[in-house]
């Protein structure tokens, strides 16, 4: 059995010299009034440590638990579980109550995915917890999972419950979902220099050129980057519209960094594509050098201004439910990227 690290933590096989770790969370009413455990007597906690030992020594092993052990001290502070079913598993965790709310459940959590994904190819990762489990179910939206389901009564309660069924909330997560959260997290940590809007030199081509209406401040409350709004105009008439958000954001992921429109009478020429490379500098005054253009999959127009701007098809991204997309009804957005360097 393979074993894990994080930044703080070794993810380990279970030992029998660990009953007094393990007893000290299983134990303790406090860390297990929302698992389907506890609280553990001494053999409880005895049998535990004895089959995860077992299935540590399977082969093929499908059942993953390990001891979170910190790096600095050896002390068990908890302990997590990969369970594999074909192509899926289902991950969970417990911490002892004295280590909450420092980040170690997100911490477990990723490093469960990444083995998962990574070492086993798997396509999907479930886990699941009591509904009035807090800290356990922020944990998995903290680690990219969403929430599929609420089952009413769907598990039995822990017997310190004054019930007998308790609500139980379902969390999943695809392999092509925790691939996106990779690449939203390398873009935003992509460098943005932004000390105000520039005084912009004319932006023109020679047959088409770019007027700005509008630069428009970041709303930090609307999560809103800073942005310029443009006029596309042929001579003196306005023929489409485009506009250059200056940042990265999980939003900005899904929507763009560019945003254009020709009016119909004037598509067909390129001219979406041409207002692109005019924007191309002020891009790259405001320190940024990979510019992300999104569209809907049945826009065949827009992927073709991105195919002869010779962007890159990254994915074909689901959208979540909170962007701005999804509640106009679009569920899929094509994700390119466009290297100005």
């Known amino acids: 059995m393979k074993t894990l690290e994080t930044e703080r933590l070794i993810l380990r096989e279970f030992r029998e010299d660990d009953f007094a770790a ?9 860390n297990v009034i929302y698992m389907p455990f506890g609280p553990n007597s001494e053999e ?64 477990i959590g990723n490093a469960l995915l990444k ?29 990219g999972m969403r ?7 769907g598990r039995p309660a822990n017997k310190l419950s004054d019930k007998h069924y308790s609500d139980e909330l379902s969390y999943a997560i695809l392999k092509e979902e925790w691939e996106t959260q990779k690449e939203i997290a390398y873009y935003n940590a992509l460098p943005v220099l932004f000390d105000g809007f520039f005084e912009l030199p004319e932006l023109s081509d020679g047959e088409i050129h770019l007027v700005c209406t509008a630069k428009k401040p970041a709303d930090s409350e609307k999560k809103l980057v800073p942005a310029y709004d443009f006029a596309v105009c042929k001579s003196s008439e306005k023929i489409g519209e485009i506009n250059l958000r200056i940042g990265y954001t999980d939003g900005l992921y899904f929507g763009g960094q560019i945003g254009y429109g020709i009016d119909e009478k004037y598509r067909g020429h390129g001219y ?28 065949t127009a827009s992927r073709r201004v991105c195919e002869k701007l010779r962007a890159r098809l990254l994915r074909v991204a689901r959208l979540p439910e909170w962007h701005d997309l999804y509640k106009r009804g679009q569920r899929f957005s094509n994700i390119y990227e466009w290297s100005v360097e």
Not at 128 to 138: Q, V
Not at 272 to 299: F, S, Y
Request: overall charge neutral; some cysteine; proline content about 2%.
């Open 44 to 107: 409880q906690t005895l049998a535990f440590i004895n089959r995860a030992i077992e299935y540590a020594h399977e082969i093929p092993c499908s059942k993953y638990q390990y001891a979170a052990v910190m790096k600095d001290t050896g002390k068990l502070i908890g302990g997590c579980t990969l369970a594999l079913h074909g192509d899926e598993a289902e991950v969970g965790w417990i911490l002892h109550s004295d280590f909450w709310k420092q980040g170690y459940g997100p911490e």
């Open 147 to 153: 929430r599929e389901g609420l089952f009413i009564e």
């Open 115 to 143: 083995y998962g994904f990574e070492e086993f190819g798997l396509h999907r990762v479930t886990a699941r917890c009591d509904a009035e489990n807090y800290g356990s179910y922020r944990v998995m939206e903290k680690i």
């Open 272 to 299: 979406a594509g041409r207002a692109c490379r005019l924007l191309a500098p002020v891009a790259k005054a405001h320190g940024m050098t990979k510019l992300l253009i999104t569209n809907n999959q049945t826009n």
């Open 22 to 30: 393990v007893h000290s969370y299983a134990s303790r009413s406090e």
